[in-house]
């Protein structure tokens, strides 16, 4: 890529923006007030605005490698106190996406140093499903269906949070399990049916 012509679609960006408002920037500047927060893979291909086509404070966002809800992530758990207790977020998306590299080298027996912990995470998400994931013959199904289990587990951690625990008496307040499907550019919402889910365990589980 080159540098210098960053700078050059900056400032072509800054001038469509200004033609269209010229107190664009200044709106900018006074705050944001967005109703959703959205966790996603840090995958380049699979950019948060574009997949939403969403506008600069329309929406909180946080990328990670295989877009993991780690209860000892500090990074990820002060984005979701922040975006749930003072911006007060009405919907929460876990958006993971298929091809994900993350997902993908959890499959692989292959000591991958710092990125062992990291995806262990996600090879917990495969123990906890694997009599679904090995009645699976193909490898791209099961790699696919992984993909979305993951998600699947990263909202259940959401919810398991003393944040989102407390909102959830106090407004109304949204969890989603979204994959990108790659292959098509389309948004999958997997639906998921979290109080079944959850409804034997989550007295384990339970904070506020």
Same mark, same amino acid.
């Given at each position: ?75 990820? &758990?002060?984005? /979701?106190?922040? @975006? ?5 977020? $009405?919907?929460? *998306?876990?958006?993971? %996406? ?57 909202? &259940?951690?959401? /919810?398991?949070? @003393? ?5 959830? $008496?106090?407004? *109304?307040?949204?969890? %989603? ?32």
């Amino acid at each position: 890529m080159n540098f210098d012509l960053i700078f050059e679609k900056n400032k072509k960006w800054i001038a469509e923006k200004l033609e269209i408002d010229p107190s664009y920037f200044e709106k900018l500047s006074k705050g944001q007030k967005p109703e959703i927060l959205y966790i996603g893979c840090s995958d380049s291909r699979v950019t948060a605005e574009d997949i939403l086509g969403a506008n600069p404070g329309e929406i909180f966002i946080h990328r990670n490698i295989a877009n993991m809800v780690i209860s000892i992530d500090l990074n990820v &758990m002060s984005v /979701i106190n922040y @975006a749930v207790r003072h911006l007060k977020v $009405k919907h929460i *998306v876990v958006c993971g %996406h298929y091809e994900c590299g993350g997902v993908r080298a959890s499959l692989e027996s292959v000591d991958l140093g710092l990125l062992n912990p990291w995806l262990r995470n996600i090879r917990d998400v495969y123990r906890l499903h694997y009599q679904e994931l090995d009645a699976i013959e193909d490898n791209q199904k099961r790699f696919n269906r992984l993909v979305e289990l993951n998600v699947q587990e990263q909202c &259940m951690n959401l /919810i398991k949070t @003393a944040a989102v625990q407390e909102a959830y $008496k106090e407004r *109304v307040l949204t969890v %989603h399990g979204w994959v990108f499907d790659i292959y098509s550019g389309k948004i999958v919402d997997l639906k998921i049916d979290f109080p079944a889910i959850l409804s034997e365990i989550m007295k384990i589980y339970k904070l506020i």
